[in-house]
């Protein structure tokens, strides 16, 4: 169906925009407050945090298996209850589960923000973020993260280009202070400790978070993460995952407005491909399989076809220079594999 104010050639320009009713707020808030609890705690467990979560069992035999998966529910019940006693009772707890959550949160409103506050400035519809919150342990960091949905058409390429790129260069903005800190408060551990204390999981260190270490004169593989490095980390595989050039992620949007619809449809099939040969050898080189769930995304996103705006105008020369500078953050973000198992 076409909008009747694009078939004629008439920008938005005096378009009413839908404001948020209290209700809305109100809905939006509550997710925003549940999310928080659920970073919160997840900033407290494994891997993020101090307490071990992985279960002691060592099933050996298929019966042995199912009696652990039976005890599972209660063991998770127990572990969450156990992580909220250790919040509350002990005030070095909760300052780093809310330096986590706090600092996470921070980074992914950054991030929405952005693109809602682009979308006001296009006068086009756009719902507030919705935070998602999971339960500790199932999302690791207790969110799989928070979008907007955008209700009307775009009215031009320039619109698709800024409301894109304004989400990931908000939260990359956002992230450098967090992650300043993070870096400048890591403890340093000599090469004994580090061998003592070495856990299954090993978190890769974009490209940023290496410049920040060499200006602090700290060498990453003997340094432990605290709570604002693994926000921080968060936030630049955030980051980096939506400006992949797929569909309608954030990259997939930059690439649309720069390059076209033509381009943006190899783009993804493309990212799809790579991805799906990195999650291979992620898993047979590091045991992880975390980019397969990158891939999934990746292929369904690239069957989802890019809305066409009315305008069809090429971007100037100051936006194709901020598409560059969102190819340098992703280069800064971007880690083929971000998390190893040992």
């Given at each position: 169906m076409?909008d009747?104010?694009?078939?004629?050639?008439?920008?938005?320009?005096?378009?009413?925009?839908?404001?948020?009713t209290?209700?809305?707020?109100?809905?939006?808030?509550?997710?925003?407050?549940?999310?928080?609890?659920?970073v919160?705690?997840?900033?407290?467990?494994?891997?993020f945090?101090?307490?071990?979560t992985?279960?002691d069992?060592?099933p050996?035999?298929?019966?042995?298996?199912?009696?652990?998966?039976?005890t599972?529910?209660t063991?998770?019940?127990?572990?969450?209850?156990?992580?909220?006693h250790?919040?509350?009772?002990n005030?070095e707890?909760?300052v780093?589960?809310?330096?986590?959550?706090?600092?996470?949160?921070?980074?992914?409103?950054?991030?929405?923000?952005g693109?809602y506050?682009?979308?006001?400035?296009y006068r086009v519809?756009?719902?507030?973020?919705?935070?998602i919150?999971?339960p500790?342990?199932?999302?690791?960091a207790?969110?799989f993260?928070a979008f907007?949905k955008?209700?009307s058409?775009?009215?031009?390429?320039?619109?698709v280009f800024?409301i894109?790129?304004?989400?990931?260069?908000?939260?990359?903005?956002?992230l450098?202070?967090?992650?300043?800190?993070?870096?400048a408060t890591?403890?340093v551990?000599?090469p004994?400790?580090?061998g003592n204390?070495?856990?299954?999981?090993t978190?890769?260190?974009?490209?940023?978070m290496?410049?920040?270490?060499?200006a602090?004169?700290i060498?990453l593989?003997?340094?432990?993460?605290?709570?604002?490095?693994f926000?921080?980390?968060v936030g630049?595989?955030?980051?980096?995952?939506?400006l992949?050039?797929?569909?309608?992620?954030?990259?997939g949007?930059?690439i649309?407005?720069?390059?076209?619809?033509?381009v943006?449809?190899?783009?993804?099939?493309v990212?799809?491909?790579v991805?799906?040969t990195?999650?291979?050898?992620?898993m047979?080189?590091y045991?992880?399989?975390?980019?397969?769930?990158?891939?999934?995304?990746?292929?369904?996103?690239?069957?989802?076809?890019?809305?066409?705006?009315?305008?069809?105008?090429?971007l100037?020369?100051k936006?194709k220079?901020?598409?560059?500078?969102?190819?340098v953050?992703?280069v800064l973000?971007f880690?083929?594999?971000?998390?190893?198992i040992?």
């Amino acid at each position: 169906m076409t909008d009747p104010e694009f078939s004629d050639g008439h920008l938005y320009a005096d378009r009413h925009v839908l404001k948020p009713t209290t209700g809305t707020w109100i809905r939006h808030i509550l997710l925003l407050g549940l999310t928080f609890c659920t970073v919160t705690i997840a900033g407290t467990l494994f891997p993020f945090g101090r307490f071990q979560t992985l279960p002691d069992a060592d099933p050996q035999t298929a019966i042995e298996f199912l009696q652990l998966l039976a005890t599972l529910p209660t063991r998770y019940a127990g572990l969450i209850l156990e992580a909220i006693h250790n919040l509350f009772s002990n005030p070095e707890n909760l300052v780093y589960g809310l330096s986590f959550s706090i600092s996470l949160l921070f980074i992914l409103l950054s991030h929405e923000m952005g693109h809602y506050i682009a979308c006001r400035l296009y006068r086009v519809d756009a719902t507030l973020p919705f935070f998602i919150p999971t339960p500790p342990m199932i999302g690791p960091a207790g969110t799989f993260g928070a979008f907007i949905k955008i209700l009307s058409p775009m009215p031009s390429r320039r619109a698709v280009f800024d409301i894109g790129v304004a989400g990931p260069i908000a939260g990359f903005l956002a992230l450098i202070p967090i992650a300043l800190i993070g870096v400048a408060t890591m403890q340093v551990l000599t090469p004994d400790q580090v061998g003592n204390q070495q856990g299954m999981i090993t978190f890769t260190d974009p490209l940023l978070m290496r410049l920040f270490a060499a200006a602090f004169g700290i060498n990453l593989k003997f340094a432990v993460g605290n709570a604002f490095y693994f926000a921080a980390w968060v936030g630049l595989l955030v980051t980096a995952l939506n400006l992949i050039p797929s569909g309608q992620l954030d990259g997939g949007h930059v690439i649309y407005a720069v390059l076209g619809e033509r381009v943006h449809h190899w783009t993804g099939r493309v990212a799809f491909a790579v991805m799906a040969t990195l999650s291979v050898l992620g898993m047979y080189l590091y045991s992880s399989p975390s980019g397969f769930l990158i891939a999934v995304i990746l292929g369904v996103m690239m069957r989802i076809r890019h809305p066409r705006p009315w305008d069809q105008t090429p971007l100037d020369a100051k936006r194709k220079l901020m598409a560059f500078a969102s190819l340098v953050i992703f280069v800064l973000c971007f880690v083929p594999f971000p998390i190893q198992i040992n």
